[in-house]
């Protein structure tokens, strides 16, 4: 009984975990696209990192047991996985932010809804997950709606799409593979990990790109930080909980919050079409919603349903 009732909160919990997730991402590259101007993104993700591990340092000599600590920092179980799991998500978060510099924030998220389709497809042969009918259909209405924001090969399509697109790709590597490393990584495991990563990745170029942030630039600097280390910790959390391929349609709520902050930051208002694919995304969330639950990682679905 007690496990049931452990795989419907995972069941109910992983989808807000998702959404909470995306809110928080949309507001740390908002505030990289703030920074773009005279922040470069490798400067911006090298600082990120680097807080991230300070942090670390500074708060191990409060733990229970600090010399574990910073063992399981030095020496993690399945090192190899954890850090090629930091290396997607470092990549990730450099090629988005180079694509935010670029083009609007609900085209950058618009871009970054083919990850829905991407992890979908690889949930069974990868992770041995069950796609059934009802998710590819919530699948392809997000899908259908970025094609209609987007349309591609018309005038208004930008190169700089591409930056989004490979940053999901990596973006998604990441996510099956924290999902295959639940029981032995937890989600601060694999942020820290994120962030030696990318600390030694972009640590070289600093001498030939540093731009010392002024007074205000370090506040920004430090929230995004901050922002999206709560935002990996809340992915990591729900991808651990849930059945990857259930999870995908919610990642589609992300464009709500990018249409927001287009609207109040930017004065940016999407067109009539772009509109139309914008509810075609939500009407694919909300198909999601009304479907079956994602199953937990013991193979309980939420509602205890084992249809898909």
Same mark, same amino acid.
């Given at each position: 009984m007690a496990g049931a009732h452990a795989a419907r909160w995972d069941g109910a919990m992983a989808p807000a975990l998702i959404v909470l997730s995306g809110l928080l991402y949309t507001v740390a590259y908002v505030t990289a696209k703030l920074l773009?101007?005279?922040?470069?993104?490798?400067?911006?993700?090298?600082?990120?990192?680097?807080?991230?591990?300070?942090?670390?340092?500074?708060?191990? @000599?409060?733990?229970?047991? @600090?010399?574990?600590?910073?063992?399981?920092?030095?020496?993690?179980?399945?090192?190899?996985?954890?850090?090629?799991a930091g290396l997607g998500v470092i990549g990730s978060s450099i090629l988005v932010i180079l694509a935010y510099a670029r083009m609007p924030v609900v085209e950058v998220s618009a871009v970054a809804f083919m990850g829905p389709i991407i992890l979908t497809a690889l949930a069974?042969?990868?992770?041995?997950?069950?796609?059934?009918?009802f998710r590819w259909v919530a699948v392809g209405l997000g899908f259908g709606g970025m094609l209609v924001v987007l349309r591609p090969g018309m005038a208004g399509f930008q190169p700089a799409a591409l930056l989004a697109l490979a940053g999901q790709c990596a973006y998604a590597g990441?996510?099956?593979?924290?999902r295959r490393l639940r029981g032995e990584a937890d989600a601060t495991d694999l942020t820290l990990q994120s962030a030696i990563v990318g600390t030694a990745i972009t640590l070289p170029a600093?001498?030939?790109?540093?731009?010392?942030?002024?007074?205000?630039?370090?506040?920004?600097?430090?929230?995004?930080?901050?922002?999206? %280390?709560?935002?990996?910790?809340?992915? %990591?959390?729900?991808?651990?909980?849930?059945?990857?391929?259930?999870?995908?349609?919610?990642?589609?709520t992300k464009l709500v919050w990018a249409l927001g902050f287009d609207v109040l930051l930017f004065g940016?208002?999407?067109?009539?079409? %772009?509109a139309i694919g914008i509810a075609l995304i939500l009407a694919g969330t909300a198909l999601a919603a009304a479907g079956p639950s994602p199953r937990s990682p013991g193979g309980c679905s939420a509602g205890g349903s084992g249809g898909r």
């Open positions: 773009a101007g005279r922040i470069d993104a490798l400067q911006l993700t090298f600082l990120r990192c680097a807080l991230l591990l300070a942090a670390f340092a500074l708060s191990t @000599p409060f733990a229970a047991n @600090p010399g574990a600590a910073w063992r399981r920092l030095l020496f993690p179980p399945r090192a190899r996985d954890m850090r090629l069974g042969p990868l992770l041995g997950e069950r796609v059934g009918t990441y996510q099956i593979v924290a600093m001498p030939f790109l540093w731009v010392t942030p002024t007074a205000i630039e370090w506040l920004m600097v430090i929230a995004f930080a901050a922002i999206t %280390a709560a935002g990996q910790v809340t992915l %990591a959390m729900a991808v651990q909980r849930a059945e990857m391929a259930g999870l995908q349609p919610w990642q589609y940016l208002f999407p067109d009539p079409l %772009a």
